[in-house]
């Protein structure tokens, strides 16, 4: 029986890792150790550490390759190497 406490979400693979990307950019070690900042702080580390368990290694590379797809198109901005 499913768990009535969790959100079961179903979306693509690279959706999800879009989002935990843009969310990274701003909730991160960098981010003060404020408490009001606790709460997403702990979100987006849950949402973290349930694509890590659950992604498998085909959804890995349907990820990469939607991913290598949309910089040659212009949809998603390159990693800029530092």
Known sequence: MADKTKVPIEMKPYNAITVLSFCREFINDDLCDEYKFQAIKEAVDELEFQLGRNLTDDQ??????????????????EKKLK
Not at 60 to 77: R, T, V, Y
């Open 60 to 77: 890995w590379d349907q990820i990469h390759a939607e991913n290598e797809i949309n910089q040659l198109i212009g949809k998603s901005p």
